[in-house]
Structures are given as structure tokens and as C-alpha cells.
């Protein structure tokens, strides 16, 4: 079935550590979304990218990073993890050829310690 | 810089009955979208319905339809015939292009409607 892989689904990790959280679409769009949810606050763009090799930071950029090496992956990397990232993760992708509709993935749920 | 307010954190509604959740949004701009976003307890995004803002005509997608005010920046959902399937955080959302193939998404922080039997 075509649309959004995140992985993992769910993980606990401990302050400090480096994670990696992965996302893959098979719908060939250009545009792919990080974005996390917290309670009381809806979801807030982390970074973004418009197309393979371009990538852009979104309105919590610090802390994240991303890397757009080809459409179809767009991985975000927490470099050294702190509590205030526990969050739940969402990534998106959308194709600028649509309606505008954005296409989510199931989420990843990130519990710092 | 454009923002999405759903101004009701909370909602309820009787099964079978209508319910109307708020959003207004500022922006300076002319052509955009407009979405609403349904996450029921599964935490999967779905997407409701849409409008775009050069169309007068309201968008309606079966039971759910919107009340799009361009002048007053107000983009209202209403859910006719409610149903317990419909219990599930909503979301507003904003959409406009900044060009060449960037765009550029803003969510509201969301209204939590439960249907009630």
C-alpha cells in the first residue's frame, strides 16, 4: 500500500543519546514535512524539504536536523537528546503537482529520559 | 507571518446531532488553502476536507462541510449527523504557496470533539 513509513513507532531513549528517526514515502512526492505534537500546542514544523538535496528549517528547528539525499527518505536526527524532545513525531510528504494535501505518516513517539 | 487559532479546546456533541468547531487564521495573502485535519485515537492524520481560497463555493465532503469567510479569515466545520466515529482531535490548517515550489503549512493547536451516545 502506497504512502509513509515512519520507524521506529515508538522509543525510550535517554538523555544525551543520538537518535535517528527514519521516513520513507513511495509516492515519488516532492515535498517531505517533520513535524512533532505536543498537548496544547497542535503540531509545530521541525524542518522541511521541498525536493531531493534542498532541505529548510521550520518554526523548532533547534536541536533537529535532516538530510534529503534522495525523494524518497527523509530521515531526522536528534543529535544529543534532551527531555523537552519527548514528543510524538510526524512526518509528511505532499506533491506540489496536488491539491496541496499533505500525506502523514502513523507517527513516532519519543520519550526522553 | 500567518497563524491558525481554534479557539474551543474542547467540544462535545450528542450522537446524531450537529456540532460546528471555530477557526480563524490571519494572513496577508491571496491565494491559499485551507484544510481541516481529523487524528482519532489511532494518532493517524486524516484529512476531512479542503478549500481553496480563490473558490467561493463552500466545500462539502458528505456530512462535513465548511463555512469559508475570506473577508473575516474564519473557516468553520460543521459536522452533520454526528457519529461516535467522528471522536477525534481536529485540526485547522493553513496552506499558501511562497513560490516556485515551496509551501508553506500552518496548523491550529486543535479542538478535541467527543460524540456522545
Known amino acids: 500500500i502506497a504512502g509513509i513509513t515512519q520507524a521506529p513507532t515508538s522509543q525510550i531513549l535517554a538523555a544525551g543519546r543520538r537518535m535517528t528517526l527514519r521516513c520513507t514515502q513511495d509516492m515519488r512526492h516532492n515535498a517531505m514535512y517533520w513535524y512533532r505534537q505536543d498537548l496544547g500546542l497542535g503540531l509545530r514544523l521541525i524542518h522541511y524539504?521541498?525536493?531531493?538535496?534542498?532541505?529548510g528549517k521550520g518554526e523548532v528547528p533547534d536541536g533537529y536536523s535532516v538530510s534529503r539525499a534522495n525523494t524518497d527518505d527523509f530521515p531526522l536526527t536528534l543529535a544529543s537528546a534532551v527531555p523537552s524532545q519527548t514528543s510524538v513525531y510526524f512526518c509528511?510528504?505532499?506533491?506540489?503537482?496536488?491539491?496541496?494535501?499533505?500525506?502523514f505518516g502513523e507517527g513516532s513517539r519519543l520519550t526522553v529520559l | 507571518a500567518q497563524t491558525v487559532t481554534q479557539s474551543q479546546p474542547e467540544m462535545s456533541v450528542q450522537e446524531a446531532e450537529t456540532v460546528t468547531l471555530s477557526c480563524t487564521y490571519d494572513?496577508?495573502?491571496?491565494?491559499?488553502?485551507l484544510f481541516w485535519y481529523k487524528q482519532p485515537p489511532s494518532r493517524q492524520m486524516i484529512l476531512v476536507i479542503r478549500q481553496e481560497a480563490y473558490k467561493q463555493q463552500n466545500a462539502t465532503e458528505n456530512r462535513f462541510s465548511v463555512n469559508f469567510q475570506k473577508a473575516a479569515k474564519s473557516f468553520s466545520l460543521k459536522i452533520s449527523d454526528s457519529q461516535l466515529g467522528d471522536t477525534a482531535m481536529y485540526f485547522c490548517a493553513f496552506m499558501f504557496p511562497l513560490g516556485g515550489s515551496n509551501y508553506k503549512l500552518t496548523f491550529g493547536k486543535g479542538t478535541l470533539l467527543t460524540v456522545n451516545p
Open positions: 509528511a510528504s505532499s506533491s506540489h503537482r496536488g491539491t496541496g494535501e499533505l500525506f
Open positions: 494572513t496577508s495573502e491571496s491565494n491559499y488553502y
Open positions: 524539504s521541498n525536493t531531493a538535496g534542498t532541505t
